[in-house]
């Protein structure tokens, strides 16, 4: 079965950096375009990154622009998000999902790693 796994998060002072990864399973990983999403309670859902599958090309949430890095490794299995200089508004579960429109259309999800900025 499709498995994604999320793990990096953690507690931060603000100004902090944390690099998440999600590491999935039961999948051909490079046909899949890749995206992290972040959750807080009593907040709508989310798009911070997304990687292609194709040309690797990136995009960005506004508000993580020039802060955060999304990128993938093939090899492994594996998408990463690089986060800098981190505010406490962006505490939140960060989830892992895998996308591809090919052929048929296909969506997973990982159960989220929790990231708490506090001072």
């Known amino acids: 079965q499709v498995q994604l796994v999320e793990s990096g998060g953690g507690l931060v002072q603000p100004g902090g950096a944390l690099r998440l990864s999600c590491t999935a399973s039961g999948v051909t990983f490079s046909t899949y375009s890749m995206r992290w999403y972040r959750q807080a309670p009593g907040k709508e859902r989310e798009l911070v990154a997304t990687i292609t599958s194709t040309t690797g090309s990136t995009n960005y949430a506004d508000s993580v622009k020039g802060r955060f890095t999304i990128s993938r490794d093939n090899a492994k299995n594996t998408v990463y998000l690089q986060m800098n200089s981190l505010k406490i508004e962006e505490t939140a579960v960060y989830l892992c999902?895998?996308?591809?429109?090919?052929?048929?259309?296909?969506?997973?999800w990982g159960q989220g790693t929790q990231v708490t900025v506090s001072s």
């Open positions: 999902n895998a996308l591809r429109i090919t052929f048929s259309r296909s969506s997973y």
